[in-house]
C-alpha cells in the first residue's frame, strides 16, 4: 500500500496527474485498505518526507499544497477527509524530529506557513512559535532560526499581520520568549516587536552570522511589501 501511494504521489510530482485525479487516487488506495486511518498516516508521511528533500522556494511546495486542497476537498468519499487527519500530528511531530540544527527546518517552515495562509491547516500556533525561537529569545539568534522565520513572513506574512491586527487570544501554547514581555498570541504589539527583531539582526549581522543576516534582509523586505 504504501509503495502504491508513493507512486501516485511521485506521478502527480512529475506533472503527469492532475491534483484532482491524484487526489481521488490517493483517497482510493487509502480507504482500499483495512487499516484505514493507518493508511492516512502513512500517506502524509510520505508528504512529509517529500517536503523534507525540497529547498523552501521549490515549486513543489504549492503543488503539495495543492493535492491537499483537492484531498479535503472531496464530496464523497467512504473516509472524513475535510480536516485532513491526521495530518496536523504528523506535522507536530516533524517539529520534534526536526528543528534549527537541521537543515530541512526552513523547508518544512516554508510549507507549514503556505499551509496555514492557505487555511489548509490551522497551523497558526507553529508561526508564532517560529517567531518566537528566532527573534524571542536570550542566545544569539542561529541562521535556521531566522531563515525559518522568513519563510512564514515570505509565504504566511499577509496571514500573520491579519491576525495581529485583529488579535488572537493569548494562550499558554502563544506565550513570548524571554524578549517579549508582552502578551501572547498574534497581536499589534508584537507583529511590531518581530519587525524590529528582524530589522535589528539585518543590521547587526556579524561576520561568522551572515547567512542570518540575509535572511533577516529578505524578511524585512517581506515586511514592508505588507505595509
Known amino acids: 500500500m504504501t509503495d502504491q501511494l508513493c507512486n501516485i504521489l511521485q506521478t502527480y510530482l512529475q506533472s503527469s496527474l492532475s491534483?484532482?485525479?491524484?487526489?481521488?487516487?490517493?483517497?482510493?488506495?487509502?480507504?482500499?485498505?483495512?487499516?484505514?486511518?493507518?493508511?492516512?498516516?502513512?500517506?502524509?508521511?510520505?508528504?512529509?518526507?517529500?517536503?523534507?528533500?525540497?529547498?523552501?522556494?521549490?515549486?513543489?511546495?504549492?503543488?503539495l499544497v495543492s493535492l491537499l486542497v483537492a484531498l479535503k476537498?472531496?464530496?464523497?468519499?467512504?473516509?472524513?477527509?475535510?480536516?485532513?487527519?491526521?495530518?496536523?500530528?504528523?506535522?507536530?511531530?516533524?517539529?520534534?524530529?526536526?528543528?534549527?540544527?537541521?537543515?530541512?527546518?526552513?523547508?518544512?517552515?516554508a510549507f507549514a506557513a503556505r499551509l496555514a495562509a492557505g487555511r489548509v491547516l490551522d497551523l497558526d500556533?507553529?508561526?508564532?512559535?517560529?517567531?518566537?525561537?528566532?527573534?524571542?529569545?536570550?542566545?544569539?539568534?542561529?541562521?535556521?532560526?531566522?531563515?525559518?522565520?522568513?519563510q512564514w513572513i515570505r509565504y504566511a506574512g499577509s496571514h500573520m499581520k491579519k491576525l495581529s491586527m485583529e488579535g488572537t487570544e493569548a494562550t499558554t501554547a502563544t506565550k513570548g520568549g524571554p524578549r517579549w514581555s508582552g502578551q501572547g498570541g498574534y497581536n499589534k504589539e508584537r507583529w511590531a516587536f518581530w519587525s524590529q527583531r528582524l530589522t535589528e539582526v539585518a543590521a547587526e549581522g556579524s561576520a561568522t552570522d551572515t547567512a542570518s543576516q540575509k535572511a533577516a534582509v529578505e524578511a524585512v523586505k517581506e515586511i514592508l511589501k505588507l505595509n
Request: hydrophobic share 45%; net charge negative; no cysteine.
Open 73 to 109: 476537498s472531496a464530496e464523497t468519499s467512504a473516509r472524513d477527509w475535510s480536516e485532513l487527519v491526521p495530518l496536523g500530528m504528523v506535522i507536530r511531530e516533524l517539529w520534534n524530529i526536526s528543528g534549527p540544527e537541521k537543515e530541512d527546518w526552513p523547508a518544512i517552515n
Open 125 to 150: 500556533t507553529f508561526g508564532i512559535w517560529t517567531m518566537r525561537a528566532a527573534l524571542e529569545g536570550n542566545t544569539e539568534t542561529t541562521d535556521r532560526e531566522v531563515a525559518a522565520a522568513l
Open 19 to 63: 491534483a484532482v485525479d491524484a487526489a481521488k487516487q490517493l483517497r482510493d488506495t487509502v480507504e482500499a485498505d483495512e487499516a484505514v486511518e493507518d493508511a492516512a498516516y502513512a500517506l502524509f508521511n510520505l508528504v512529509a518526507d517529500q517536503v523534507r528533500a525540497l529547498t523552501p522556494d521549490a515549486s513543489q511546495h504549492e503543488h
